[in-house]
Structures are given as C-alpha cells and as structure tokens.
C-alpha cells in the first residue's frame, strides 16, 4: 500500500459480484486521477507558456499578433503603460516561439548604472579599467542566437542609444578595452512606457534606433480600457493566490473592480486581490476587503436633488436613460460589463437599449452581436 497500490483484496475472496463492484471502483478512479492529471498539465501549460488573459478585442490582437511573430526574427517595440503586460508580452513571444531553448537575456535599462551600460552589454577585457581582473562578455554575447530585451528602452542614455545603434547596424560587439569584434546575432525587442514617437521628436530618443526598434509595435491598452477582462482577471489571479480554494467575488466587489480606473493596470488589479485575499475570509471577496479608493469607485449616477426631481415618470425614465448612456460609453459599448455596473441582467440592458435606442447610433449592427 505504501508503494501506491490502490487497495488489497483478502481471503477468502468475496463474492464475484462484489469483486467485480470493486475493480469498477478502481477503474473509475484511474480514469479520474489521470483525466486530472491531463486537465492540470493543459491548465499549467496555458497558463505558464500563455499567461496572458483576456478576451478583450484588444487582447486578442495583442495575442494574434504574438502568434505571427513568435517565430521570426523580427524586431517587436511593445509599448504600454506601467503594469500593461510589457514584459509577459516579451516572454511569451520568446518562449511560445520555435526559438524557446535559444537565450532569452532581459536587461533593464532603467536600473544600469549609466557608466556601467556599456561594459554589461558589450563586456571588456581583462585591464580596460581598475578593477576588470578578468575578461567578461556582455549581455548582448549572452543572448547569440537568441532574444535579447531591452526592457524601458527609453531610459537609455543618447550616447547608449548610438552605441546599441552601431550594434543593430554591424551585428558586432567590441568589448570595452579590447580592438577585436565578436559578430553577435540576436533578436531584438524592446518595451518601453514613454511615448517614443514624440520623444524622437523632441531629441531625447534618438529618431534612427526608433525607426530600427519599432519594425513592428504591439501596443497594450491599458486596464481601463478593456474592463470586460477584469472578471477573468480576477478569477485568473484569485486561483492562483489561493490555488483550490474556490475564492469568489460578491457582485459588489465586481462592480467596484469594474468601475475603479486602474492607473497601475494588471499590476495593480493582482496587488489588489492579493491583499483582498490575506484580509479577507478566504471564500468570498467583499468590498470591504478592497482598498478604500477601489472600493468607492462607483458608476457616477447622478441623482437628482428634490427641487429638480417632479415625479413624473418621464423624469425616471430621464434618469435611467442618462445612467445606462453614462455607463454604456464608459466600457465602450461593451454590454457585458455594462450590465454588470448597472447590476441588472442582459436580457434586461437589451431591453433598456432597446427602448432608449442607446448604442445603434455608435454601433453598426454587426459589432453590436452577443459576445
Ligand atoms: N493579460 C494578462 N494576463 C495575466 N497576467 C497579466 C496580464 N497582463 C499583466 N499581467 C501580470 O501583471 C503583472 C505586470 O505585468 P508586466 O510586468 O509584464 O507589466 P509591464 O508592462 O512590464 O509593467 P512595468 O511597466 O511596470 O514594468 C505581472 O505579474 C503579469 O504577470
Ligand atoms: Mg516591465
């Protein structure tokens, strides 16, 4: 038993039927264990290779896109704000790629010491300055043949910029102190939270490595903008903080997660429910346990003060049509989320929409189907 036998059988042998009983039992718990099994290894291979959640239309594009280019060698500028997916974008387009078991080197431009850069990336030789006791390659050799990421790009310093540019263009590293070149052969991706395009405009980036960088942009919109991922978010993150356990998010809690503005984007969201479920009691997440600014982002319903308000049905009417217009602009039309910040069902948004003739006019009637 202790080996992993599933039972034992003793003597004197039961009656056939029951023997038969039993191997059906064991058979059925066979089958359960290795279904389980294959279900955890297709969940742990979408989620680790994949990763990245969403059905957003803008998701997936991002996840087209990732997808048709995984396998090149083509230079990808992946640009975003703080906690967009920046980085998750940059690994799954290295490792979903055919290029998987190649280098994958990230460096942070952000975080190098500016005099320091250019010894990192190209290496030196032993006695280019004190201290360099030994020959060292640099990052851009430790990634030959694979990826190399520079991660917030526009943190470079211009006269990086012109160095990493003279690299894209000769494929050649020289260490720092050494006159030998090395021909390195990577592929390019950078990411960064600026706005480049008016960066190179102002001279703070320079145009040429821009324009060499930025073959191909994936652009990841920020939280905001497509609320209709939070949900699968948050039950993507929530299994993951507490694996198991089931933890739900009362309708309250959704509204509030759906309504606040997310500044910090995915990151900000996963904090969020992190702290939500070391607070909270483990199976329903409340709104109490959402950080006061979250938890009081609600839908703007203007409720009128009494002297406006005369009772008449049309006012009512007035006033719905307002909120589910205001409510119906903020998610862009998404009637999903829309129903849900409005905490009424589908059927009856339809309706509402319906009747108002909310959304006909923005939405041609092929974008407005079921989705
Ligand atoms: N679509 C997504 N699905 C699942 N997790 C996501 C998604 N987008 C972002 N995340 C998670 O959010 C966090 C932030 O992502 P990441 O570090 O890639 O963002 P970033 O854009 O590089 O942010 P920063 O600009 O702050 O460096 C990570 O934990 C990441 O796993
Ligand atoms: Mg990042």
């Known amino acids: 038993m202790?080996?992993?036998?599933?039972?034992?059988?003793?003597?004197?042998?039961?009656p056939l039927d029951e023997l038969r009983l039993f191997l059906r039992r064991m058979a059925d718990k066979v089958r359960l264990v290795e279904?389980?099994?294959?279900?955890?290894?297709?969940?742990?291979?979408?989620?680790?290779?994949?990763?990245?959640?969403?059905?957003?239309?803008?998701?997936?594009?991002?996840?087209?896109?990732?997808?048709?280019l995984k396998d090149t060698r083509t230079p990808v500028l992946i640009s975003g704000e703080s906690g967009t997916g920046k980085e998750l974008v940059a690994r799954a387009l290295h490792f979903r790629g055919t290029m998987a078991n190649l280098p994958f080197v990230a460096v942070d431009c952000g975080s190098l010491v500016p005099t320091l850069i250019e010894s990192e990336l190209f290496g030196y030789e032993k006695g280019a300055f004190t201290g360099a006791l030994r020959s060292k390659s640099g990052l851009l050799q430790s990634a030959d043949t694979g990826t190399i990421f520079f991660d917030e790009v526009g943190e470079l310093p211009l006269e990086m910029q012109a160095k990493l540019l003279r690299f894209l263009q000769e494929k050649e590293v020289r260490p720092v102190g050494s006159n030998q070149k090395v021909k390195v052969d990577v592929r390019i991706m950078a990411a960064t939270n600026r706005d480049l395009d008016t960066e190179y405009k102002k001279g703070t980036f320079r145009k040429d490595l821009y324009f060499r960088l930025n073959v191909v942009t994936i652009s990841l919109p920020p939280l905001r903008e497509r609320r209709s991922d939070i949900p699968i978010l948050a039950a993507f993150f929530l299994e993951r903080l507490a694996p198991g356990r089931g933890v739900q998010v009362s309708s309250n809690a959704m509204k509030a997660l759906l309504a606040y503005d997310w500044p910090g984007n995915v990151r900000e969201l996963e904090n969020c429910l992190e702290r939500a479920v070391a607070l909270g009691d483990q199976r329903i997440l409340e709104v109490g346990d959402l950080p006061p600014a979250i938890a009081n982002a609600e839908v703007e319903t203007h409720v009128p003060a009494a002297q406006e308000f005369s009772g008449r049905a049309t006012d009512?009417?007035?006033?719905?049509?307002?909120?589910?217009?205001?409510?119906?602009?903020?998610?862009?039309?998404?009637?999903?989320?829309?129903?849900?910040?409005?905490?009424?069902?589908?059927a009856t948004l339809y309706r509402k929409l319906k009747r108002y003739n909310i959304g006909a006019r923005e939405n041609p009637p092929q974008s407005t189907t079921l989705q």
Do not use: C
Not at 2 to 14: E, H, N, Q, R, T
Not at 319 to 343: H, N, P, W, Y
């Open 35 to 68: 279904e389980n099994l294959y279900l955890r290894e297709r969940s742990e291979t979408e989620t680790a290779v994949h990763g990245i959640i969403g059905n957003s239309t803008g998701i997936q594009h991002v996840l087209r896109l990732i997808s048709r």
């Open 2 to 14: 202790k080996l992993g036998a599933y039972d034992y059988i003793s003597k004197p042998f039961a």
């Open 316 to 346: 009512l009417e007035d006033i719905e049509r307002a909120t589910i217009e205001r409510v119906f602009s903020q998610v862009k039309g998404d009637k999903a989320v829309a129903g849900k910040m409005l905490g009424i069902s589908r």
